[in-house]
């Protein structure tokens, strides 16, 4: 695996091998299955398969959370190896900004719904490094998680304003086997934590399988207090909203999904399900 550090270099290396399609996966590291399902779609998709490894401070709304960041970057390179990546971009913050660069793109309601209400500036975050990425790469497809679903939303948004010409692929949720969504946040969980951050799939599968019988206030009532009844777990929203726009579902929404975030002991967590 070719490993670039900066702008430069990368898009020199691109453009010399110059081939028929370029897949691209952006993660912060910290690696897992999850993030190893998405280069293994890149793979099935791309002639060349580049990852990037960046832990983008303009997206961290607390200073904590960003310094707590896990980033084990030898053994992300080995997985990644393993994985049979072809390119791995990990830059440095100062290759990526300016000092005091601004941004702001009007990416409209999904900026401030959900995530967005308890991250405040998080999208503008991602808009602005997804931005710089995919100029960089220039890649034909972009592999995203399902699991950041909001995420994707305004991905797409921000590529159909700015016209890129790139499409999105969105890869399902990885699981461990009792169903907790795999994060690199889960490293933080104590034993006891990670036993109580099972509700969040629960309550999800269980409000999917209740939705042809109760109504959406009533299933988000329940959910929020099969959340609020877990120890050391507290909710921030669960919402059932139409899986395009992100507002309230309505009769005629051709997708409907789920998504929910949660405190667990000191650790945020974020899940969601497509109910249809
Ligand atoms: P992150 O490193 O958390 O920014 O994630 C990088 C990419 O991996 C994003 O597109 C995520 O949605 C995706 N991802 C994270 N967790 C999972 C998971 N459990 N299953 C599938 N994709 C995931």
Request: net charge negative; charged share 20%.
């Amino acid at each position: 695996m070719k490993i670039f550090t900066t702008r430069r270099q990368i898009r020199e290396y691109l453009s010399a091998q110059n081939p028929a399609t370029v897949g691209f996966v952006p993660t912060m590291g910290a690696l897992h299955n999850g993030h190893l399902s998405l280069i293994a779609q890149a793979k099935q998709g791309s002639n060349i398969v580049v990852c990037s490894i960046f832990v983008n401070p303009t997206q961290f709304n607390d200073p904590k959370d960003l310094e707590n960041y896990p980033r084990p970057i030898e053994a992300d390179i080995a997985k990644l190896e393993q994985a049979g990546c072809d390119v791995l971009f990990n830059p440095a913050v100062t290759e990526m900004y300016d000092a005091n660069e601004q941004w702001h793109l009007n990416i409209g309601p999904l900026e401030h719904l959900l995530e967005g209400e308890f991250r405040p500036g998080h999208y503008q975050g991602v808009t602005q490094v997804v931005y710089k990425l995919l100029d960089i790469v220039k890649p034909d497809t972009l592999y995203m998680g399902q699991k950041d679903y909001q995420q994707i939303m305004v991905v797409n948004r921000m590529i159909e304003l700015m016209d890129m010409p790139v499409k999105m692929v969105m890869c399902p949720i990885e699981r461990e086997a009792d169903g907790l969504a795999m994060s690199s946040r889960n490293i933080h969980l104590s034993p006891a934590d990670r036993q109580h951050a099972l509700v969040l799939s629960k309550t999800l599968n269980r409000i999917k399988s209740n939705f042809d019988i109760d109504n959406i206030p009533q299933l988000q009532q329940q959910a929020m207090e099969m959340l609020k009844a877990e120890n050391d777990v507290q909710p921030e929203y669960f919402e059932i909203v139409d899986g395009e726009t992100l507002l309230p579902a309505g009769k005629d929404s051709t997708t409907i999904v789920a998504l929910t975030a949660a405190r667990v002991g000191k650790t945020r967590l974020i899940d969601n399900v497509l109910i249809k």
